[in-house]
């Protein structure tokens, strides 16, 4: 059973820094890809990074470049989000997500999310 546990969040002034983990398990997570999500009150989910499974690729939302950096530990099951010079805009809930393909189709997966606020 595909398990995905968020943690790290808090409440952080403009321009500090947080990093959020996810711990994974039920699955070979090495053999995976894994993404960030983020969701304030009221807006959609966005996309804010996604990493390959060897972690030798990675992609950012715009709006998080240059500021946000994510990683991944394949032997602690583990990928992380690195966020640093946090501005207000920032504040939501984060959730990591893998999916995978089986014969029903695309299934994904979440994590209960943990919510960042930046504020002074």
């Known amino acids: 059973q595909v398990q995905l546990v968020e943690s790290g969040g808090g409440l952080m002034q403009p321009g500090g820094s947080l990093r959020l983990s996810c711990v994974a398990s039920?699955?070979?997570?090495?053999?995976?890809?894994m993404k960030w999500y983020r969701q304030a009150p009221g807006k959609e989910r966005e996309l804010v990074a996604f990493?390959?499974?060897?972690?030798?690729?990675?992609d950012y939302a715009d709006s998080v470049k240059g500021r946000f950096s994510i990683y991944r530990d394949n032997a602690k099951n583990t990928v992380y989000l690195q966020m640093n010079s946090l501005k207000p805009e920032d504040t939501a809930t984060y959730f990591c997500?893998?999916?995978?393909?089986?014969?029903?189709?695309?299934?994904?997966?979440w994590g209960q999310g943990t919510q960042v606020t930046v504020s002074s």
């Open positions: 997500n893998t999916w995978q393909f089986r014969s029903g189709g695309r299934a994904d997966y």
């Open positions: 039920g699955f070979t997570f090495s053999n995976y890809g």
């Open positions: 990493i390959s499974n060897t972690g030798s690729s990675t």
